[in-house]
Structure formats: C-alpha cells, structure tokens
C-alpha cells in the first residue's frame, strides 16, 4: 500500500509526528511518502491511502493543511484517509478542553468537506525553548491553568507514540479493507 502523508506544523512536533508514522508504516511493509502542506505536496491521485495532520493554534490548524485538503476534497474522498489532529488539550485532565479538542476538529472537517475514514487526536508538546517572550508567557498561564509544568526552562512532549503506533496498524488495516469492494458496500451502507 503506497501511503501519502500531509502534515502541517509550527514548532516542529507534527512533523516528528509524521515521521514516526512513516517509519511504522515502512516497518509494515508499506511504502510511505511525506510531505509538509506547505511545501508544494504532491496531489493524492497517485496513493492508495492518505493521512492528513495539522497542529492546533489558537483554535486553528495551519492554512496550508486546510488549503491541501479543499483543493483535492474529491480526490480525498474517494480513497481511504484519516485525519491526525495534534494539540494540548488532549493531554489536559479536564474533560471539557478533549471536546474543545473534538469540536475544532469536527468542525474543521466540515467545513473543507472532507470525510476521512478515521480522525485521532494526538497530544503535542509545550516548546517553552522554542517560543517567543510573548508566546512563553500565555503558554505558562495556560498550563497553570490546567496544571502543566511552567518551568520554561526546558521543554515537554505529550505525545503517546504507542498509540500512534496502534492508530496507524488500525488504520493500514480498515485503509486495506475499504478498498475490497464487498467492505467497501457494507461501509456504504452502514455508514
Ligand atoms: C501560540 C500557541 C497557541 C496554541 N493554541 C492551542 C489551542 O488553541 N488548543 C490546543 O489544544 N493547543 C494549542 N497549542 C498547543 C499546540 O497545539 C502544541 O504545542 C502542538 O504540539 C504544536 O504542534 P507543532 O509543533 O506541530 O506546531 C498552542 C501552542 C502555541 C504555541
């Protein structure tokens, strides 16, 4: 299965994101092609599946993830695909940030129209090192706000990789099942 990944980032951690989903995915047997959305990505055309990823800033992804995704919608929506959204709001103990978390999501696929078979969310990191003074000082509030660290000294990553690891074995198997056409029906149908 040729895969393409479209990824969208800021301060980087998307992008390792991504990366590591292309080595689980080489370590499968697949063939694994990656891209960042702003940096003139292939089309999907050529692909059997497609994952598509973008960080959470202020409520919104990057401009390049959603620009990717509204000009192939009718390339994406016929081949199986997921959505990979990366933010901090996963990793928070409140229960109301996960929905802020989904809602943004939710919405942001229904606004480009486009219908992956499957959306995960992904908890990111807190690059204190990385930030500006202004970005450093409304990143600490929000983390005291929540019960983060707010020793800025060093940095903080959230991500669960094992499960990105098992996001990706579940989506190479329902990736390969919507593509046989009696699945694909009953996907239709049930769907
Ligand atoms: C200025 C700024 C605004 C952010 N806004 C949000 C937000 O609205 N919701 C959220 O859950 N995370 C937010 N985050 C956290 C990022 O989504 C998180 O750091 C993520 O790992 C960034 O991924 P990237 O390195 O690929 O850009 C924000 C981070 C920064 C620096």
Request: proline share 0%.
């Given at each position: 299965m040729k895969t393409l990944i479209i990824y969208g980032t800021t301060q980087g951690q998307t992008r390792k994101i991504a990366r590591f989903m292309e080595d689980v995915l080489e370590d499968m047997g697949n063939k694994a092609t990656i891209a960042d959305a702003s940096d003139e990505p292939p089309a999907p055309?050529?692909?059997d599946a497609v994952l598509i990823g973008g960080s959470i800033h202020i409520h919104k992804y990057q401009s390049s993830v959603t620009h990717y995704i509204s000009q192939h919608v009718a390339a994406l929506n016929q081949m199986p695909g997921a959505f990979y959204s990366v933010c901090l709001a996963v990793a928070s103990g409140l229960e109301e940030e996960h929905h802020e978390a989904e809602k943004i999501a939710t919405d942001f696929l229904a606004q480009t129209g486009w219908k992956p078979l499957m959306v995960t969310h992904i908890a990111g990191a807190l690059k204190y090192t990385q930030y500006d003074f202004l970005k450093r000082l409304i990143m600490k509030m929000i983390s005291k706000r929540e019960g983060r660290?707010?020793?800025?000294s060093q940095d903080y990553e959230f991500t669960d990789w094992d499960a990105v690891k098992e996001f990706i074995h579940e989506f190479a198997r329902n990736a390969v099942l919507s593509k046989l056409p009696w699945t694909k029906n009953q996907m239709e149908i049930s769907g």
């Open positions: 055309d050529d692909y660290t707010t020793d800025t």
